[in-house]
Protein backbone atom coordinates (compact mmCIF):
# COMPACT_ATOMS: atom_id res chain seq x y z
CA UNK A 1 0.00 0.00 0.00
CA UNK A 2 2.88 2.25 0.89
CA UNK A 3 4.35 1.47 -2.76
CA UNK A 4 1.22 2.60 -3.99
CA UNK A 5 0.94 5.29 -2.22
CA UNK A 6 4.35 6.87 -2.76
CA UNK A 7 2.95 6.65 -6.49
CA UNK A 8 0.20 8.51 -6.14
CA UNK A 9 -1.73 5.61 -6.90
CA UNK A 10 -3.76 5.91 -3.50
CA UNK A 11 -3.94 8.07 -0.51
CA UNK A 12 -3.57 6.82 3.34
CA UNK A 13 -2.59 7.65 6.58
CA UNK A 14 1.35 8.36 6.63
CA UNK A 15 1.54 9.52 2.97
CA UNK A 16 0.80 12.66 3.09
CA UNK A 17 -2.26 12.10 4.97
CA UNK A 18 -1.81 12.69 8.55
CA UNK A 19 -3.84 10.91 11.70
CA UNK A 20 -7.33 12.18 12.48
CA UNK A 21 -9.29 11.43 15.72
CA UNK A 22 -12.87 9.56 15.11
CA UNK A 23 -15.39 11.17 14.85
CA UNK A 24 -17.68 8.73 16.75
CA UNK A 25 -16.07 6.01 18.90
CA UNK A 26 -17.37 3.84 21.34
CA UNK A 27 -14.78 2.92 23.87
CA UNK A 28 -11.55 5.08 24.57
CA UNK A 29 -8.61 4.74 27.11
CA UNK A 30 -4.85 5.17 27.13
CA UNK A 31 -2.97 2.21 26.33
CA UNK A 32 -0.05 4.08 28.52
CA UNK A 33 -1.78 3.57 31.62
CA UNK A 34 -4.07 0.36 31.02
CA UNK A 35 -2.08 -2.70 31.51
CA UNK A 36 -2.77 -5.80 28.74
CA UNK A 37 -5.01 -7.58 30.26
CA UNK A 38 -7.17 -4.20 31.50
CA UNK A 39 -7.11 -3.42 28.16
CA UNK A 40 -8.61 -6.95 26.92
CA UNK A 41 -11.42 -6.88 29.83
CA UNK A 42 -12.55 -3.46 29.01
CA UNK A 43 -12.83 -4.58 25.19
CA UNK A 44 -14.53 -7.89 26.13
CA UNK A 45 -16.65 -5.96 28.80
CA UNK A 46 -18.00 -3.97 26.17
CA UNK A 47 -18.42 -6.45 23.91
CA UNK A 48 -20.00 -8.39 26.88
CA UNK A 49 -22.68 -5.22 27.12
CA UNK A 50 -23.33 -4.81 23.53
CA UNK A 51 -24.94 -8.40 23.51
CA UNK A 52 -21.82 -10.25 21.33
CA UNK A 53 -20.19 -12.03 24.18
CA UNK A 54 -20.76 -13.45 28.11
CA UNK A 55 -17.82 -12.49 29.55
CA UNK A 56 -19.03 -11.26 33.24
CA UNK A 57 -15.67 -11.15 35.09
CA UNK A 58 -14.56 -8.71 31.93
CA UNK A 59 -18.10 -6.89 32.01
CA UNK A 60 -17.21 -6.31 35.63
CA UNK A 61 -14.11 -4.43 35.11
CA UNK A 62 -15.49 -1.98 32.29
CA UNK A 63 -18.50 -1.36 34.94
CA UNK A 64 -15.84 0.06 37.60
CA UNK A 65 -14.75 1.86 34.59
CA UNK A 66 -17.65 3.83 32.71
CA UNK A 67 -15.58 7.07 31.38
CA UNK A 68 -13.88 4.75 29.37
CA UNK A 69 -17.55 4.24 27.39
CA UNK A 70 -17.89 7.04 24.70
CA UNK A 71 -20.63 5.74 22.34
CA UNK A 72 -22.93 8.49 22.06
CA UNK A 73 -20.52 10.82 22.74
CA UNK A 74 -20.01 14.22 21.15
CA UNK A 75 -16.45 14.75 19.94
CA UNK A 76 -15.15 12.45 21.78
CA UNK A 77 -11.15 13.70 20.57
CA UNK A 78 -11.93 16.57 22.59
CA UNK A 79 -11.34 14.15 25.79
CA UNK A 80 -7.93 13.55 24.68
CA UNK A 81 -6.76 17.66 24.99
CA UNK A 82 -5.12 18.09 28.41
CA UNK A 83 -6.38 21.87 29.17
CA UNK A 84 -9.40 22.66 26.92
CA UNK A 85 -9.01 25.70 28.56
CA UNK A 86 -5.47 26.72 26.90
CA UNK A 87 -6.09 25.79 23.24
CA UNK A 88 -3.12 25.56 20.87
CA UNK A 89 -4.79 27.35 18.59
CA UNK A 90 -8.12 29.19 16.96
CA UNK A 91 -9.34 29.13 13.65
CA UNK A 92 -11.92 32.19 13.17
CA UNK A 93 -14.55 31.80 10.32
CA UNK A 94 -17.23 34.02 8.83
CA UNK A 95 -18.86 34.00 5.81
CA UNK A 96 -17.32 37.55 4.59
CA UNK A 97 -13.91 38.79 5.60
CA UNK A 98 -15.78 41.97 6.24
CA UNK A 99 -17.20 40.22 9.62
CA UNK A 100 -14.17 39.04 10.65
CA UNK A 101 -12.75 42.18 10.99
CA UNK A 102 -13.97 43.43 14.22
CA UNK A 103 -13.69 39.70 16.04
CA UNK A 104 -10.07 39.75 14.88
CA UNK A 105 -9.07 43.18 16.07
CA UNK A 106 -10.78 42.83 19.60
CA UNK A 107 -8.55 39.57 19.87
CA UNK A 108 -5.51 41.20 19.11
CA UNK A 109 -6.33 43.66 21.58
CA UNK A 110 -6.67 40.83 24.45
CA UNK A 111 -3.11 39.41 23.36
CA UNK A 112 -3.94 36.83 20.85
CA UNK A 113 -1.52 36.48 18.09
CA UNK A 114 -3.90 36.96 14.98
CA UNK A 115 -3.21 37.11 11.20
CA UNK A 116 -5.76 36.65 8.06
CA UNK A 117 -5.33 33.87 6.04
CA UNK A 118 -4.61 35.10 2.19
CA UNK A 119 -2.54 33.23 -0.78
CA UNK A 120 0.60 35.73 0.41
CA UNK A 121 0.94 34.88 4.13
CA UNK A 122 0.07 31.25 3.35
CA UNK A 123 3.45 31.72 0.95
CA UNK A 124 5.15 33.20 3.93
CA UNK A 125 4.08 30.47 6.76
CA UNK A 126 5.42 28.30 4.44
CA UNK A 127 8.85 29.87 4.46
CA UNK A 128 8.48 30.98 0.69
CA UNK A 129 8.39 34.45 -0.25
CA UNK A 130 5.30 35.87 -0.56
CA UNK A 131 5.70 36.37 -4.32
CA UNK A 132 6.44 32.76 -5.06
CA UNK A 133 2.77 31.66 -4.31
CA UNK A 134 1.69 31.90 -7.88
CA UNK A 135 4.86 30.00 -8.90
CA UNK A 136 4.11 26.19 -6.95
CA UNK A 137 4.52 23.10 -8.39
CA UNK A 138 1.37 21.05 -9.54
CA UNK A 139 1.17 17.91 -9.20
CA UNK A 140 -1.64 15.42 -11.36
CA UNK A 141 -3.23 12.86 -9.24
CA UNK A 142 -3.83 9.20 -10.88
CA UNK A 143 -7.63 9.84 -10.56
CA UNK A 144 -7.20 13.18 -12.50
CA UNK A 145 -7.40 15.40 -10.04
CA UNK A 146 -4.99 17.94 -9.34
CA UNK A 147 -3.01 18.54 -6.31
CA UNK A 148 -0.39 21.69 -5.30
CA UNK A 149 0.51 24.08 -2.51
CA UNK A 150 -3.19 25.48 -1.62
CA UNK A 151 -2.64 29.22 -3.10
CA UNK A 152 -2.54 27.36 -6.30
CA UNK A 153 -5.03 24.91 -6.84
CA UNK A 154 -7.96 26.67 -4.72
CA UNK A 155 -8.30 29.85 -6.33
CA UNK A 156 -11.99 30.69 -4.81
CA UNK A 157 -9.98 31.59 -1.56
CA UNK A 158 -12.30 34.72 -0.43
CA UNK A 159 -15.10 32.77 0.96
CA UNK A 160 -16.34 29.17 -0.11
CA UNK A 161 -17.53 26.23 1.58
CA UNK A 162 -17.73 22.52 1.08
CA UNK A 163 -20.46 22.67 -1.64
CA UNK A 164 -18.72 25.58 -3.34
CA UNK A 165 -15.46 24.34 -3.67
CA UNK A 166 -14.19 22.17 -6.56
CA UNK A 167 -11.78 20.23 -4.38
CA UNK A 168 -11.89 16.34 -3.90
CA UNK A 169 -11.96 15.22 -0.28
CA UNK A 170 -8.33 13.94 -0.40
CA UNK A 171 -7.38 17.60 -1.50
CA UNK A 172 -9.28 19.05 1.20
CA UNK A 173 -7.53 16.42 4.03
CA UNK A 174 -4.16 17.85 2.42
CA UNK A 175 -5.23 20.97 2.34
CA UNK A 176 -6.33 21.74 6.06
CA UNK A 177 -3.21 19.66 6.96
CA UNK A 178 -0.84 21.99 5.56
CA UNK A 179 -2.92 24.79 7.08
CA UNK A 180 -2.92 23.26 10.35
CA UNK A 181 1.39 22.63 10.21
CA UNK A 182 2.02 25.87 8.99
CA UNK A 183 0.05 27.55 12.43
CA UNK A 184 1.71 24.82 14.22
CA UNK A 185 5.71 26.07 12.96
CA UNK A 186 4.69 29.74 13.96
CA UNK A 187 3.20 28.67 17.51
CA UNK A 188 5.87 27.69 19.04
CA UNK A 189 7.11 30.97 21.47
CA UNK A 190 3.70 32.07 22.29
CA UNK A 191 2.18 31.80 25.90
CA UNK A 192 -1.30 32.72 24.19
CA UNK A 193 -3.09 31.10 21.60
CA UNK A 194 -2.72 31.52 18.09
CA UNK A 195 -5.93 32.89 16.14
CA UNK A 196 -6.25 32.58 12.30
CA UNK A 197 -9.15 34.25 10.49
CA UNK A 198 -10.74 33.42 7.23
CA UNK A 199 -13.90 33.08 5.55
CA UNK A 200 -12.20 29.77 3.47
CA UNK A 201 -11.31 27.87 7.45
CA UNK A 202 -14.87 26.90 7.44
CA UNK A 203 -14.37 24.49 4.41
CA UNK A 204 -11.48 23.09 6.20
CA UNK A 205 -12.82 22.96 9.85
CA UNK A 206 -13.94 19.65 9.97
CA UNK A 207 -10.14 18.25 8.85
CA UNK A 208 -8.45 20.11 11.45
CA UNK A 209 -10.69 19.48 14.69
CA UNK A 210 -9.76 15.94 14.02
CA UNK A 211 -6.22 16.97 13.95
CA UNK A 212 -5.47 18.33 17.05
CA UNK A 213 -7.81 17.79 20.00
CA UNK A 214 -6.53 21.62 21.04
CA UNK A 215 -8.08 23.20 18.63
CA UNK A 216 -10.71 25.43 18.89
CA UNK A 217 -12.68 27.49 16.34
CA UNK A 218 -14.95 30.70 16.62
CA UNK A 219 -17.62 31.39 13.81
CA UNK A 220 -18.67 35.09 13.45
CA UNK A 221 -22.31 34.78 13.16
CA UNK A 222 -23.61 36.68 10.07
CA UNK A 223 -27.47 37.04 8.77
CA UNK A 224 -27.85 35.07 6.18
CA UNK A 225 -29.75 38.17 4.36
CA UNK A 226 -26.75 40.16 4.69
CA UNK A 227 -24.11 37.68 3.18
CA UNK A 228 -26.32 37.60 0.18
CA UNK A 229 -26.93 41.61 0.00
CA UNK A 230 -22.49 41.68 0.60
CA UNK A 231 -22.28 39.14 -2.33
CA UNK A 232 -24.88 40.39 -4.68
CA UNK A 233 -23.36 44.30 -4.20
CA UNK A 234 -19.55 42.78 -5.48
CA UNK A 235 -21.41 41.29 -8.40
CA UNK A 236 -21.38 37.34 -7.49
CA UNK A 237 -25.26 36.46 -8.82
CA UNK A 238 -28.30 36.58 -6.49
CA UNK A 239 -28.98 33.05 -6.41
CA UNK A 240 -24.94 31.41 -6.04
CA UNK A 241 -25.64 34.04 -2.89
CA UNK A 242 -28.56 32.88 -1.29
CA UNK A 243 -27.18 28.95 -1.75
CA UNK A 244 -23.86 29.94 -0.38
CA UNK A 245 -24.98 32.18 2.68
CA UNK A 246 -27.82 29.29 3.72
CA UNK A 247 -24.99 26.15 3.24
CA UNK A 248 -22.18 28.72 5.06
CA UNK A 249 -25.38 28.68 7.97
CA UNK A 250 -25.60 24.96 8.12
CA UNK A 251 -22.26 24.00 7.91
CA UNK A 252 -21.65 26.07 11.04
CA UNK A 253 -24.72 25.04 12.68
CA UNK A 254 -23.28 21.43 11.91
CA UNK A 255 -20.00 22.23 13.22
CA UNK A 256 -20.93 23.69 16.49
CA UNK A 257 -23.42 20.67 17.23
CA UNK A 258 -20.43 17.89 16.62
CA UNK A 259 -17.85 20.12 18.90
CA UNK A 260 -20.21 21.88 21.48
CA UNK A 261 -16.26 22.19 23.48
CA UNK A 262 -14.80 23.16 20.78
CA UNK A 263 -16.45 25.53 18.28
CA UNK A 264 -18.62 28.48 19.27
CA UNK A 265 -20.93 30.54 16.94
CA UNK A 266 -20.32 34.31 18.33
CA UNK A 267 -21.52 37.93 17.54
CA UNK A 268 -19.28 39.70 15.37
CA UNK A 269 -18.40 42.27 18.83
CA UNK A 270 -18.94 39.47 21.53
CA UNK A 271 -15.17 39.69 22.38
CA UNK A 272 -15.33 39.31 25.98
CA UNK A 273 -17.36 35.64 25.06
CA UNK A 274 -14.67 34.69 22.70
CA UNK A 275 -11.45 35.60 24.65
CA UNK A 276 -13.14 33.32 27.34
CA UNK A 277 -14.00 30.70 25.30
CA UNK A 278 -10.31 30.49 23.45
CA UNK A 279 -8.43 30.88 26.72
CA UNK A 280 -7.26 34.88 26.95
CA UNK A 281 -6.98 36.06 30.13
Known sequence: LYKRAEKGEIKMTGDRHPYEYPSEVELTFNTDNTSVETAVDLILGYLTKEGYLDEQDSLKVLDANPHVVTAGVADPAASHCADLAKPTAVFVAGALESSL??????????????????????????????????????????????SADLPAFDTAFATGTPGTSALNVDDMVEAAWWLYESIRDSDGESEQPVAVTSPRLIMYAPSLLRFDPCLKMLIVDTPEADIVAALTAEGVDAAAAASYAAEYTQVAASLAAKHPERVKIVDATSSVQAAAFVGLE
Open 101 to 146: TALRASLDTLGATTFAFTPATLAEAEGKRAGEAEAVTARVNADGSL
